[in-house]
C-alpha cells in the first residue's frame, strides 16, 4: 500500500564503504527526486529524473549516482562514503514537474562511522 | 529566483489555543506554495498547497494557509492546536512553469504543543 518506498530504513556503516539505497513508487509518477536532509533538518534537493532521464543534477560530489532502471524506481548508490554523507536521504515523486505536488518517502537514515 | 523564509525556528503554544506558523516567500514567478509535515523520524506530509485557486486554502487535520501576494506570505494556521500536531513544518515553494520542477524548502518550523 505504501505509496513511495525506501530500503533501507537505516544504514550504519564505515567510512571508504560503497552502499545504495532503493526507491519504489507505486503512484504512477513519471518523476522522482532524491533529497538529503541535513543535521539542522534543512532538505535540498539532489537529483530529478523524468521518465528516467535525468533533469536535476544539484552540486552533488560525483561520488553519488543515482540510476532509474525505469520510471518506478530511482535508486542512489555512495561510493566511498564520508563522515559528512551521513544525513536523511528522502526519495519523493510527482507527475511531471511544473510545480506538481511531490510524494515523499519515509527516508534513510544513514550514519557513517 | 526563489527563496523561503520561516520566520520562526520554534513555536510552542498549548494545546487548544491557535497555531500560527510564519512563512514569506520570494519568487520571479508565479509560485505553486506547500506546507509540509514531518512527524519525528517520519517523511514528509502534505498538508495544503496554494496554486493561483482560492487564496485560503485548507488543508488536512484542520490547517489553512492564506496566500497574500502584496506580503509574499503564506502563514499556516489553526484554530485549535492538538498534541499530535506536534511536529517540523516546512514552507516550500516551486515555480509554476518551471521545467524543473525544483522544490525550494524553508528551514523549518519546529512546533511544541504543551498540555
Known amino acids: 500500500d505504501t505509496a513511495v518506498s525506501q530500503t533501507p530504513k537505516y544504514l550504519v556503516t564505515q567510512m571508504g564503504n560503497d552502499k545504495s539505497i532503493k526507491c519504489e513508487q507505486n503512484l504512477g509518477h513519471d518523476t522522482m527526486y532524491w533529497y538529503k536532509q541535513d543535521s539542522k533538518k534543512f532538505l535540498k534537493i539532489m537529483f530529478s529524473?523524468?521518465?528516467?532521464?535525468?533533469?536535476i543534477n544539484e552540486t552533488v560530489p560525483n561520488r553519488f549516482s543515482p540510476k532509474s532502471p525505469d520510471k518506478a524506481h530511482l535508486n542512489l548508490h555512495i561510493n566511498s562514503l564520508e563522515l559528512g554523507d551521513s544525513a536523511v536521504y528522502f526519495c519523493a515523486s510527482s507527475y511531471g514537474l511544473v510545480g506538481e505536488t511531490q510524494y515523499f518517502g519515509p527516508g534513510t537514515r544513514l550514519l557513517v562511522l | 529566483a526563489q527563496s523561503v523564509t520561516q520566520l520562526d525556528s520554534h513555536v510552542s503554544v498549548s494545546e487548544g489555543t491557535p497555531v500560527l506558523l510564519r512563512c514569506n516567500y520570494s519568487?520571479?514567478?508565479?509560485?505553486?506554495l506547500f506546507w509540509y509535515v514531518q512527524h519525528p523520524n517520519k517523511g514528509l506530509q502534505l498538508l495544503l498547497k496554494y496554486t493561483s485557486a482560492a487564496t485560503l486554502v485548507k488543508g488536512i487535520n484542520g490547517f489553512e494557509a492564506e496566500f497574500k501576494k502584496s506580503e509574499t506570505s503564506f502563514h499556516l494556521t489553526k484554530p485549535s492546536a492538538h498534541m499530535s500536531d506536534a511536529a517540523e513544518y516546512f514552507c516550500v515553494v516551486s515555480r509554476k512553469g518551471s521545467t524543473l520542477g525544483r522544490l525550494y524548502f524553508g528551514r523549518g518550523t519546529q512546533l511544541t504543543v504543551w498540555p
Open positions: 529524473y523524468n521518465n528516467k532521464e535525468l533533469i
Open positions: 519568487s520571479s514567478y508565479s509560485p505553486s
